[in-house]
Nanobody
Framework: QVHVAESGGGLVPAGGSLRLSCAASGRFISSYTMAWFRRAPGKEREFVGFISWGGRSTSYADSVKGRFTISRDNAGNTVDLQMIDLKPEDTAIYYC??????????????????WGQGTQVTVSS
């Protein structure tokens, strides 16, 4: 059984920073791409970014590019999402997800089969 848990959410003013963490257990994530998605109030879930299994490749949504950075520690089975210059439109529940197939990266939520419960990020204007 794979368990994924996010932490680090909270309330920050616009322009502020937050660092989210994701811990996975039950599967060594070193062979899997890890991704972050988010769901804003009244909106569909959207892709935020991913980091490939070895950490050499990352991809980000245009809306967060240059402000968000994903990193991973395979030894610790963790993935982080560093967010700077936060905007009110970044307000959402943020989810961490584990790739379905090893050595495969995708922007599609369907390519990820284990998800955390999410952590709330609220950016005040």
């Amino acid at each position: 059984q794979v368990h994924v848990a996010e932490s680090g959410g909270g309330l920050v003013p616009a322009g502020g920073s937050l660092r989210l963490s994701c811990a996975a257990s039950g599967r060594f994530i070193s062979s899997y791409t890890m991704a972050w998605f988010r769901r804003a109030p009244g909106k569909e879930r959207e892709f935020v970014g991913f980091i490939s299994w070895g950490g050499r490749s990352t991809s980000y949504a245009d809306s967060v590019k240059g402000r968000f950075t994903i990193s991973r520690d395979n030894a610790g089975n963790t993935v982080d999402l560093q967010m700077i210059d936060l905007k009110p439109e970044d307000t959402a529940i943020y989810y961490c997800a584990v790739g379905r197939s090893p050595y495969t990266s995708s922007l599609s939520a369907g390519a990820y089969d284990y998800w955390g419960q999410g952590t709330q990020v609220t950016v005040s204007s």
